[in-house]
């Protein structure tokens, strides 16, 4: 059974730096791309970015691109978000998902979709 | 830019069809739709992928397709456990999208 177990809950200060944790289990850690998803109190969700767990490789979209680090330590099953300075509208719930590739005309395309998620992490930044 | 409908109403045991729509145009099997329903206090979860289909569980009173352009979600037979919010995702190569949700109540 595949699992994602997401790190507790964190409530810190603004300007401060923090890493959120994402274990994975039930399948081979380094065959699916792992991603972050955002949601604020009351609102949707959002697309973060992306982590190869066999190499790395990292995709982020544009909107958090620079605002955050997804990284990745595969010895141990485990992908990482993380802020060097929180600011308050870092506030919400940050859930991991396992994504999966397709083939389409014989070409991978690589995390199109996502079958599992994590329990998500609550992260509350406030003075 | 993924819309979605803000709120759609079903009776139990009733038909309702949710929408996803691109900004781009028409959504066609290549943007590769996801459906994800999420309840409150909860984790999403995933409903169906590449379109149209579910995972191993997914009650099958869930079906997606292509419907006038857009992506749609089907639920035949409401039950008030489907009561939710239900996301779309849509791939767009480099960047994968949301929509913003459509809150469903069986009522």
């Known amino acids: 059974e595949v699992q994602l177990v997401q790190s507790g809950a964190e409530v810190k200060k603004p300007g401060e730096s923090l890493k959120i944790s994402c274990q994975a289990s039930?399948?081979?850690?380094?065959?699916?791309?792992i991603g972050w998803v955002r949601q604020m109190p009351g609102r949707g969700l959002e697309w973060m970015g992306i982590?190869?767990?066999?190499?790395?490789?990292?995709r982020y979209s544009p909107s958090f691109q620079g605002q955050v680090k997804i990284s990745v330590d595969k010895s141990i099953n485990t992908a990482y978000l993380q802020w060097a300075t929180l600011q308050a509208s870092d506030t919400a719930v940050y859930y991991c998902?396992?994504?999966?590739?397709?083939?389409?005309?014989?070409?991978?395309?690589?995390?199109?979709?996502?079958?599992?998620w994590g329990q998500g992490t609550r992260v509350t930044v406030s003075s | 830019v993924v819309t979605q409908e803000p709120s759609l109403t079903v009776s139990p045991g009733g038909t309702v069809t949710l929408t996803c729509a691109s900004s781009t145009g028409a959504v066609a099997t290549t943007f590769y739709p996801n459906w994800f329903q999420q309840k409150p206090g909860q984790a999403p979860m995933s409903l169906i992928y590449n379109t149209d289909n579910r995972h191993s569980w997914t009650p099958d009173r869930f079906s997606g397709s292509l419907l006038g352009g857009k992506a749609a979600l089907t639920l035949s037979g409401a039950q008030p456990e489907d009561e939710a919010e239900y996301y779309c995702l849509l791939y767009y190569g480099g960047v994968r999208l949301f929509g913003g949700g459509t809150k469903v109540t069986v009522l």
């Open positions: 982590i190869s767990p066999l190499d790395s490789d990292v």
């Open positions: 039930g399948y081979t850690f380094t065959t699916h791309w």
């Open positions: 998902a396992r994504h999966v590739d397709t083939e389409y005309l014989g070409v991978t395309l690589f995390a199109v979709s996502i079958d599992s």
